[in-house]
Structure formats: structure tokens, C-alpha cells
């Protein structure tokens, strides 16, 4: 489709233009696991945007404020494992508030989602990198001026497609 986001080996492509993009620190896997610190291949939709409301308006109508207390489940014998959930919450998981910027601007795929198979691995974003060439845990990771012009140009449901 026009608006898919398609990773290749120079980048994401989206709407006719490349955003350089790093991924997972273990390459592109068909068969992602916990921690293993790989992007996992597929066709993955668009289900979510977050953004932190006390760090930039919301990029777009349909994305959600992270509220402190917004957690991400990432223990896979949580019955919560691999959804949004609130503090105090008393398995492994990550917090979507961080004092750094990283996840100042999320987008949510449907990675093991909504019905999560334990151990198959959790939440597969794309977020802001931490620098370019630093890979990721196996999400897909922008500069952040790119990330907020994809933001605003995405439709919910819109893919990622991934080969590996």
C-alpha cells in the first residue's frame, strides 16, 4: 500500500521518502523471542501512539498521552505480558515515561499483540534512537525529526513490512 512503512537496507521508506532507521542489536529474526534483542520479520499494523504530553503537543488526533504510571508489561508469565499497564505493577516490565527522551514519541505495533504468546517477545516500537547506528532491543529506532514527520503523515492501521 502507499503507506506502508517497507524497512530495506538504507532505511524506512514512507511515503516516497527514506528515513535512515537502526533496528535490533541481533539483525532481523522469523523467530523472535524474549530478549533475544531481534527485530522480529512480518507484516506488523499500526495500532498505537504515544507521545509525552509535558514534552511536545500530540502529533497527531488518534495519539494517547503517557501518563506517569504508564508501564509496559515485558514478563512472560504476566497476565498482562506484553500491554500497556499501570504502577504499582509487580512483574518485569519497562517504563513508557522515562526521564530520557527515547520513548517521548512511541508508535505501537501489533507484535504479539492483543493475544501474546509468553516468551515470543514483547513490544515491538518505533521510537526515537538513542544515536544513529545504535541498535535497539529489537525495536525500530528514528531520529527524532523524522520519527514526528512519520507520526503525523501515519494513519492508524497503516503496516510496517519487514523481511528477514
Request: glycine residues 10%; proline residues 11%; contains cysteine.
Amino acid at each position: 500500500m502507499r503507506d506502508d512503512l517497507v524497512l530495506t537496507p538504507t532505511g524506512v521508506l514512507f511515503l516516497g521518502r527514506r528515513f535512515p532507521c537502526t533496528i535490533g542489536r541481533s539483525g532481523v529474526t522469523r523467530n523472535k523471542r524474549e530478549g533475544d534483542g531481534a527485530t522480529p520479520a512480518g507484516l506488523h499494523r499500526i495500532v498505537g501512539m504515544l507521545y509525552r504530553p509535558d514534552r511536545m503537543p500530540p502529533p497527531a488526533a488518534w495519539a494517547v498521552p503517557i501518563r506517569p504510571g504508564d508501564l509496559w508489561s515485558d514478563d512472560p508469565e504476566d497476565p498482562g505480558y506484553n500491554t500497556m499497564v499501570r504502577a504499582p505493577h509487580g512483574f518485569s516490565h519497562e517504563s513508557l515515561r522515562r526521564a530520557d527522551p527515547l520513548y517521548d514519541l512511541v508508535l505501537i505495533t501489533d507484535w504479539n499483540w492483543p493475544r501474546a504468546t509468553p516468551g515470543r517477545g514483547s513490544a515491538i516500537f518505533l521510537h526515537r534512537w538513542r544515536r544513529p547506528c545504535a541498535a535497539t532491543a529489537g525495536c525500530l529506532a528514528f531520529a527524532p525529526g523524522d520519527l514526528l514527520w512519520i507520526a503525523r503523515h501515519l494513519r492508524p492501521e497503516a503496516r510496517v513490512i519487514i523481511s528477514g
